[in-house]
DNA sequence: AATGAATGAGCCTTCATTCAT
DNA sequence: AATGAATGAAGGCTCATTCAT
């Protein structure tokens, strides 16, 4: 049921309508209705699927990476892995921004997400240096994996996903070198 | 007329109304509707009129920094100015990138945007690293650049501007350093 | 639910609302779109409603009567009967044929019903005269019905429907007679 | 300028836009207020217009024809005239039967037309036949020819011009022949 | 005489939502 | 659990009409 609703990013916008989600789902609008009540309940939903999939998706990457170091990589290749950069979920992830400017638990939910990546990243970045500076990275490395994703919404700005990894681990490994940490570098 | 349209952005959506909008400007639907015809012209008036002010914005910082170094910096500070950084703005281009989703003129318009601040980075940096390096290093600049402008749009999850600045300079120079350029830190 | 579309003609024109429609018909405007999709759909489904009835009324006419001679008096009786003459059904025809200036379909409906009735009125012609003739006998009595009935909608400028029926039919055997057709009058 | 008003019935139709009919006529919307106050006063105007000229045709014709006989192939050849037949006329004609539905005085307009062409048709059969049957004769000699014109507004159904006018004709002698007119036949 | 600007009113259509079945 | 039918509320857009110039 809730693998469906992933389909409302396919429309790319909040125009979409509760009758093409039924749709999509195989459903009848009144039934969808019967489940979620109100159109911003489904679009909730949807979200909280996005979201409980990536956060699988980082947790189980960061537990079967040995080092900090290579769980930060695992978070940002989690991140920027092919799921999360299939057109419909951008597109998705942009609605829910949108919809974030109105509903507050759209809102809460995308401060959940961003606060638990950068509590991740400063956990694995501590480990190698101060919290200060762990905290000023994880930053810089979460806002520019947000900027990769939302150039993914315009079909051709952006950088291919191999690019985009690299641009972001490369800019992790600077910052980490430039605090005066030595690491193996391994893309 | 069209310092009223970014108005827009304040309702923060979608689901602006012409008839709020309108009401807004001070004018009936009516004459909305004589003035744009249609709604999205509407929508893409007011893109070109933010992308505008920007545009002159970053123009005008360019040039009167007399370095190339100094015309990076400038290039940043405009791109995470207090205008670009207001509430309503910042809603307005969430609300232009889903409307890209659809448009294709919507989607040009902020092509053309993407495309001159990659420019104008790569401009500058390619008088101080060779051009592949200038590019990689404008496409970080610019995602972190989109990256922290999205994260504003959350209220309370990007970091405040000053430190935004700080960061993607930071980033910035560390990326020359590392590239073997020399230059007086200076933020 | 057709037999209320029929109720269109009441208003008689072209400025009949989706919603006085609905009003009338006893349901809410957006169960009319649910119904019929378009304001257009609601005149064709009207158009084809009393074409539809009219084939009917024409077709037992015909099937009940005798002999050719009498099909043929069938054929203006019933193209003449009340019921095509209503106020509401007449303003109807009119609406449609404006509606035809514009709409194909609404074009070819009304073509159909034409042709219809100049091949029923060819048909019985043809047993008693030669084919040429034939054409031209139905092409003129069309013609009268047709006429007659457009001065239908001028409420008081033609004749009342016993003299409209009695004047075509006076039109057809002196036709026929003229042809060298000798029939019992029988009206 | 009531020239130019003609051409409301290119549109065919109710739906045109004094806007429409302002700038075919090279004017703009505000002026056509200007002159005729309100748009069903354009409408008539139009009406008034054509009804005027076809008139001046129809006295013209009668004028010039010597004999009663004459003056009454004069009267069909005038109200099936090429300039009555094009087809902007025809659809104006359509638009103003609809109009009378609602306007009296577009009523008034079309019995007045009716009513003249009658009269026209009775004064010179009366010259022939007792009156009683001139005002038969004369009925249906004006519903065949509305007849005709009605179904020239569908592009496709009716006769073309030369058979129409015989048609008529042809009725018009067989009804007088019938009543024991003889008469030099000549089309 | 002429027009651009302005508007109130209204219409078609869509849609989230409900309800009876 | 499931749906067709039904509706109130809006929204975009058009248009006749007016007004200031």
Known sequence: MSATIREIGLAGSLDVTVGQIAKRAGMSTALAHYYFETKDAIFLAAMRHILTEFGILVRSAIGSAPTPAAKLNAIIDASLSREQFA?????????????????????????????????????????????????????GVGAMIDGIYIRQALHGGGPDRPSARAMVKDYLHLSLVSDGVTLETEH
């Open 87 to 139: 057109d419909e979920v951008v597109a998705a992830w942009l609605v829910f921004y949108v919809q974030a400017q109105h509903s507050t638990e759209a809102a809460r939910l995308l401060r959940v997400y961003a606060r638990r990546l950068h509590s991740n990243l400063v956990a694995n970045l501590n480990t190698l240096v101060p919290r200060a500076q762990a905290v000023r990275i994880a930053q």
